[in-house]
Each structure stands twice: as C-alpha cells, then as structure tokens.
C-alpha cells in the first residue's frame, strides 16, 4: 500500500502529497543508484484491443524502464491504433515489428527473437508486457547472466483479484516441487543466436526455450530468489488460459499423469470427507513450503496457499479437456491450433547435432 492508502481518512492533504513525493524520491534513488545497465530489454507486444488505463500504465513503465536500459518495443499489433501506439512508444524506446524470419507460429517467440536478434548488447532480458521490473530487480537479473546463460526468475502478482490468488496456488505449489515459469528471462544473445533461436511452433515457449539452450550446451539457472512483479491480467484472459495451460503439461509426461490422476483421486474420496481433508491439507502444506521457499512470503500473502487444492481440482479438470484439445489439433492461440507444446530433450540434441553436421 502506497503512503497516501495508509494516510486515508487520518492526515492532511499536505501531508499525504508529502508522503507520495518522499516515494518518488525513493524511485529516483533507485533510478541513480542503478545507473544505466549493459542490458537490451526485449517487450514482445500483440494487443488486439487494450483498455485505455493498461496502455498509459504501460507506456509509462517504458518511459522509467528507458531510463536505466535501451528498451526494444516488437509490437505485432495490426491497425490504426497500433501506428499510435507505436509513435507514442518511440519517443523512449526502439520499436520494431516482427521479423518473419523467425518463423510465424507463436507470436511472443517471434517477437523475441526479432528483439534478440536486433539487440545492441550481450545480455538481454525478455519480458511480457505485464512484467514491471524496478531497477533493483533487472539489475539482479543482469548480474545472475554473469554465470549462466538463460536464467529464469520468478513472477509475482502485484495485486490479488481471486483470479490471481487463484493462480497464485499453481506458483506455490510449482515452486514447492521444482519451478515456477515465469513471463520473464535474461539470456546471452550469443548462446541463443548459436542455437538458432527457439521454435516459433512450440506453444509452450519458456520450456522449448531451456531446452534448445541446454541443447547447445548452455547453463540454465531458475532462481526462485528473483521476485519479479508481474500485473495479473484481466478475469476473462485468465479464464481463456485454464485449458491451454494444462494442455502444456503434455510435454512434462509426469506433470500429465499426475494432473489426469486428480480428478479420479476426487471421486475416490468424494464419499471420504475427513480424507479429502486430509489431502487438501496437504496440498495447503506443500503450497506453504513454496511460499517460504527463497523468501517467497515476500511477495506471496500468507493467504495464498489456500488457493492450491482448488488450482489443483482446476488442473484435473482441464488435463482432461486438453487431452481433447489434442484430438481437435491442440488449442487455438491467436488464430490458428498449436499441436505442439514443446520439442523433447532427445529431439532438440538431435536437431542441434544435424545443425553443427551441416
């Protein structure tokens, strides 16, 4: 909460512009401190309709991220609109449109790589247009390329509707158990541009990504210690992902299995009140350990992993329906179905070796 949420109701007006002034120093500090940073940050954009308040949000998330690193705006957009957004974007940043040779499957990689590929430095972050860094965070990200050459934050929502909450509980519990992918990483421009970039067709692009880097021999680092702020999207974006997100489980076969064993685990224990209790506390218990993991409960209220056993019954569920989504050709993402989720480990190490024969 914001000193002028907490002065509500109890201060003066003075007080209360005093109070948002002495927070706008405090960024401008952080601004300073940070300096400019030898990064090329990297935002791929496709926005068929945007509401007028995201859009300014956005633009002056640019204007402050320009401040401390050269800034790449790939905006896939079509129509009018978007040749003003893009003109109101190019005072503070660079912007380009997608580059077609990186293929013309899944969008965000397309941009990203058009961005990579354009990039004026070695390192390069790339980021939805959700993701808020501050100057602290990207530069924490930056430092940790120094060892690796893709590494993968974790993202945390900046405000809690139930739907973030709600999807708050798959973080946790990913993160209990392994990873939480996050809509953000830092990677060396060379070590991606040697392997080709990643496929365009993969619809889950962060795996198809680590995969093809660890494919050429490169470090892959997840660092569930970088808690990146990340804005929730709306109800009705977060309720289009709920198949998609299951039916990339489909390229992790014990993510899959584990999914699809849900929904009858439920029926077996329907009748079993005081068991299925059981298993939701521990579904709690295991979201509560995500939470605390690398200083997690930063970020994450203590609320939270209450959310997990029903993200958890939400995922059987939609396991099931996309084992359909299959059937059917895969989802429906931006236009056109995507079979593929991601590349296998065996296949990427084949493809890479052909690629160095050639």
């Not at 952080?30 to 935002?43: K, T």
């Not at 198809?208 to 808690?227: Q, W």
């Not at 709306?234 to 489980?249: G, I, K, L």
């Not at 979201?287 to 056993?309: C, K, S």
């Amino acid at each position: 909460m914001t000193p002028l949420g907490r002065g509500y109701g109890q201060g003066t007006v003075e007080q209360e512009v005093k109070d948002v002034l002495s927070l706008r120093e405090v960024e401008d500090a952080a601004v300073a401190s940070a300096g400019v940073l030898d990064v090329e940050v990297v935002v791929p954009v496709r926005w068929d309709e945007v509401e007028p308040d995201v859009e300014h949000d956005f633009t002056a998330y640019l204007e402050r991220l320009a401040m401390i690193a050269d800034v790449t705006v790939v905006d896939g957009s079509d129509g009018p609109a978007a040749e003003v957004r893009r003109a109101r974007w190019a005072r503070s940043t660079r912007v380009l449109t997608p580059d077609a040779r990186w293929g013309s499957g899944n969008g965000k990689v397309v941009g990203a790589m058009t961005g990579i590929a354009a990039a004026r430095h070695e390192r390069v972050v790339v980021a939805d247009d959700d993701v808020r860094y501050d100057p602290a965070t990207l530069a924490a990200v930056v430092e940790a390329l120094g060892t690796s050459d893709l590494v993968l934050p974790q993202n945390h929502p900046t405000s809690f509707p139930w739907w973030a909450w709600w999807e708050s509980g798959r973080m946790l519990v990913n993160r209990a158990f392994a990873r939480d992918w996050p809509g953000t990483c830092a990677v060396r421009r060379t070590t991606i541009l040697g392997a080709g970039g990643w496929s365009s067709d993969a619809l889950y692009e962060n795996l198809e990504m680590a995969r093809t880097v660890a494919a050429v021999g490169g470090r892959v680092t997840h660092r569930a210690d970088l808690l990146v702020p990340r804005r929730p999207p709306t109800s009705r974006h977060f309720m289009r992902q709920r198949v998609r997100q299951a039916y990339e489980d489909q390229a992790q076969p014990l993510r899959l299995v584990l999914g699809l064993s849900v929904l009858p685990t439920v029926v077996l224990l329907h009748r079993r009140p005081v068991a299925l209790g059981m298993v939701s506390g521990l579904v709690v218990a295991v979201a509560e350990a995500g939470r605390r993991r690398a200083d997690g409960a930063r970020a994450f209220p203590p609320h939270t992993p209450l959310a997990a056993p029903l993200w958890l019954v939400e995922r059987g569920v939609c396991a099931w329906m996309g084992l359909g989504l299959r059937v059917l050709g895969g989802p429906r993402y931006h236009g056109r179905r995507h079979p593929l989720t991601a590349h296998s480990r065996r296949w990427l190490s084949r493809h890479m070796a052909e690629r160095r024969g050639s």
